[in-house]
């Protein structure tokens, strides 16, 4: 397996989509679907293929695509159409014409409601397609129990009703229709029958549900549980039921989707073309900026080139936002519903490439990557140069005792653990949190300015405006207000404090800037919570031990050393004891211990 083809496949995301396999000649060679695109793709080289078939194929991939879609539903029915359209070599389920079967409401006067596999363009309305069919059938029947339709195929347009064409049939009788061919039931009537129904298949069947419930209870009140088990087995497939699909839809036809995801450097822009209501082709391209385009600017020069490059002749486009392309075509920027979702797919996809680029990218060109984090702070941040040195502090105490902080030390949006500090709290009395983070910044940039050492060029205080305006103190007094940046993070609101400012910032949930930010803040937290308990710890082996006839400050600093903890001490063994501070000591520890039992 090529490196190339190592890092496509370690980078993609665990979502449901479709895959696409390509040969070295950019053959297509294989269409598969997934719950997992990371999992599903990589079962492929992670164990040797028993069927010779599969092995053939693995050894033929170079390259691997993908689309990315909501469910595996979607999953299911884009793979269908991208293997009809493009019949690859290796596929054989589904290359036949047999589709997905949908539920029809035909355009005629008194509409039959039936199920279908093919879709005709007479103005008739398609509901689906639905993956299983047992589901397509449980809503059908659930349509025939509420409500009286005609199964027959006449012509009932006004003339041959009223001049008695046709006579109810076995199906009236019986009480299944109203018998609208003789002029038994009005159209009006019909209608208003038919407009729940397009409810119902919608998925707006909540009061239907619970008629079928009723009529449920009532078999098994009157002891018809066969007729009960099959009321309920309707109900347990229409409660799962899934009624609409984003990617297969047959009121969009002919239509080229285009959405843009941007960063400091590149923008990312995906297409989706649409024929007869579904997705038969994706591409995402990646553009460097060169100017500071908007983001408008970039997508209409996208547009034009990857319609050129695939041939488009479509007239209508599908975008975000309002973008200018000339009065040959028509621009839609849809609100809601279907078109909406069609977008919000194509956005999906751009963002699941830019992030697989990024970690690409991490892999093959690290530099790369830490230059686009580090502008990416830079900007986010409002600094004047980039964070590539970040120190973060933080305090530690429990109601003032055994008061300790932390400073962490990040060197291009990494750790640098070496660097780590720990302060015992020399000058402060009680719980000061303030005047706890006034001496630790103060002893540790007294330190590096006596010393030579580079200063960094962002420090982050965990805390508010008070923790901050304390950092400040000693910054003033080192004269070096102004020589580094320095922001505080409030944990609650995830609140960004700069000096002289009273309203905080607030970062992108989802921005790689306040996720740095983050792990700089948790790490300080958590290497000044372990330095606290190690000194707790410490203390109480030194007033338990102190107590001891007998044992000295260099036996107490002896067993502190060897065993950490009070506990240890005590299940430690005479022998262990001994071979430490000696068999005197040893039995005046014990014995010691033992009177405190």
Request: include cysteine; glycine fraction near 6%; charge should be positive.
């Amino acid at each position: 397996m090529s490196e190339v083809l190592k890092i496509q496949i370690k980078t993609l995301p665990n979502s449901p989509g479709v895959y696409q396999y390509y040969d070295k000649e950019d053959q297509l060679l294989y269409i598969g679907k997934a719950i997992d695109l990371k999992k599903r793709v990589s079962s492929y080289f992670n164990k040797t293929q028993e069927n010779g078939k599969t092995r053939v194929l693995v050894s033929k991939i170079r390259s691997v695509k993908h689309i990315v879609v909501s469910t595996e539903t979607d999953a299911l029915l884009l793979e269908n159409n991208l293997i009809k359209k493009y019949q690859p070599r290796y596929n054989v389920m589904l290359k036949d014409d047999k589709t997905y079967p949908w539920i029809c409401i035909k355009k005629e006067r008194f509409p039959r409601v039936f199920l279908t596999r093919k879709v005709i363009k007479d103005g008739s309305e398609y509901f689906g397609p639905y993956t299983s069919v047992k589901t397509a059938r449980a809503l059908l029947d659930l349509i025939q129990e509420l409500f009286q339709l005609r199964s027959c195929n006449f012509d009932l347009n006004e003339e041959n009703v009223n001049t008695g064409k046709y006579k109810v049939c076995l199906d009236y009788h019986i009480g299944n229709c109203k018998g609208p061919c003789e002029g038994f039931q009005a159209e009006q009537d019909y209608n208003s029958n038919i407009k729940a129904i397009r409810n119902l298949i919608k998925g707006n069947f909540k009061s239907s549900l619970e008629i079928f419930q009723k009529i449920m209870i009532g078999f098994a009140e009157k002891m018809e549980f066969e007729e009960a088990q099959k009321i309920k087995n309707k109900l347990d497939l229409l409660v799962n039921y899934q009624s609409k699909s984003t990617v297969v839809n047959p009121s969009i036809n002919n239509v080229d989707v285009f959405s843009i995801i941007s960063d400091e450097s590149f923008g990312y822009v995906n297409f989706f073309k649409i024929a007869n209501g579904s997705i038969i082709q994706s591409h995402t391209t990646e553009i460097k900026k060169k100017l500071d385009e908007t983001d408008k600017e970039l997508l209409e020069l996208s547009i034009i080139e990857i319609r050129q490059r695939f041939s488009s002749v479509s007239k209508e486009i599908y975008v975000p936002f309002e973008v200018d392309l000339g009065e040959d075509l028509k621009i839609t920027v849809p609100k809601l519903g279907d078109k909406k979702r069609i977008v919000e797919l194509s956005e999906r996809n751009a963002k699941y490439y830019r992030q697989e680029r990024f970690k690409q990218i991490k892999i093959v060109d690290p530099d790369r990557h830490v230059k686009r984090i580090m502008a990416q702070m830079k900007k986010d941040l409002r600094l004047s140069k980039e964070p590539r040195h970040i120190e973060c502090f933080d305090n530690s105490n429990i109601q003032g005792t055994n008061p300790v902080a932390a400073c962490v030390v990040f060197r291009d949006g990494k750790p640098s653990k070496k660097e780590y500090r720990n302060f015992n709290i020399k000058t402060v009395e009680g719980p000061d949190d303030f005047a706890s983070m006034e001496e630790v910044v103060f002893r540790r940039y007294k330190r590096l300015l006596e010393e030579g050492a580079n200063l960094p060029q962002l420090i982050v205080i965990d805390g508010g405006k008070g923790q901050l305006s304390s950092a400040l103190k000693s910054l003033d007094i080192l004269d070096l207000r102004g020589k580094i940046a320095i922001i505080g993070i409030a944990k609650r609101l995830e609140e960004i404090y700069y000096p002289g400012d009273p309203i905080p910032m607030y970062l992108d949930k989802t921005s790689e800037t306040l996720r740095i930010v983050q792990f700089l803040r948790n790490e300080a937290h958590r290497f000044g919570i372990i330095h606290h308990r190690n000194n707790r710890s410490k203390g109480a082996i030194k007033s338990e031990l102190e107590q001891i006839p007998g044992i000295g400050k260099q036996t107490l600093e002896t067993l502190l050393q060897y065993y950490k903890s009070v506990k240890r001490v005590k299940d430690a063994s005479f022998d262990s004891l001994s071979s430490i501070i000696g068999p005197s000591k040893a039995k005046k520890v014990q014995d010691g211990l033992l009177k405190k039992l």
